[in-house]
């Protein structure tokens, strides 16, 4: 006894799994052309090189003295550096367990050397920039900075004291690439 292929079921597997095939076969390429027509525009949501470029700036701290702060720019925002002095260290750390902070934080968690404080010089309440970078400003009850467009005080490491603004101003994220070199952004 022999036993005969059907012919007709034999086709119907060939056509389903013909079918199978093209249909994944349409997806696969259908996906390809989706994502290589939509990958420009994914693509073109990347930064420019010249915004990259601003994203860090390195700065020489190796002319500024002692008591001595400068303002650098960095993502079009201010950013101060102040070589503090013995006793403005001295002062910010003896100030990390005042009552008055507003935003309480310790000075060793605002700074990587006690020398350096970096710090972005905008006010945490408006947006002012506040007074106290340069000699003879104004440098509000607390020696560090002071905000005269709503009376905002800032302490040697930055800690808002007294004032409407509710935060410390914000501290970037910087490297130091030497012992006179900072790596800002």
């Known amino acids: 006894m022999s036993e005969t292929a059907n012919p007709e079921t034999g086709a119907e597997i060939d056509d389903e799994t013909r079918r ?3 249909y994944i076969s349409t997806a696969a390429v259908g996906a390809v052309g989706t994502a290589i027509a939509v990958w420009p525009f994914i693509d073109q949501m990347n930064p420019a090189a010249d915004t990259l470029a601003l994203s860090t700036t390195e700065v020489n ?3 500024i003295e002692e008591g001595q702060a400068i303002t ?3 993502r079009g925002k201010p950013v ?3 070589h503090r002095t013995a ?3 001295e002062t910010a750390v003896k100030d990390d367990n005042a009552t008055d902070l507003l935003h309480p934080e ?3 968690a605002r700074v990587q050397n006690p020398q350096w404080l970096i710090m972005v010089g905008v006010c945490t309440h408006l947006g ?3 007074l106290g ?3 003879g400003e104004v440098k509000g009850e607390y020696g560090g900075w002071f905000c005269p467009c709503h009376g905002s005080h800032y302490d040697t490491s930055g800690r808002i004291r007294k004032g409407p603004a509710p935060l410390n101003l914000p501290i970037p994220e910087y490297t130091f690439l030497d012992d006179t070199t900072v790596k800002i952004g």
């Open 20 to 22: 199978d095939f093209l």
């Open 61 to 63: 701290l190796e002319p």
């Open 72 to 74: 650098v720019v960095w």
């Open 80 to 82: 101060f550096i102040r």
């Open 87 to 89: 006793e403005e260290i």
């Open 106 to 108: 310790t000075d060793a």
């Open 128 to 130: 002012c920039i506040p």
């Open 133 to 135: 970078n340069k000699a």
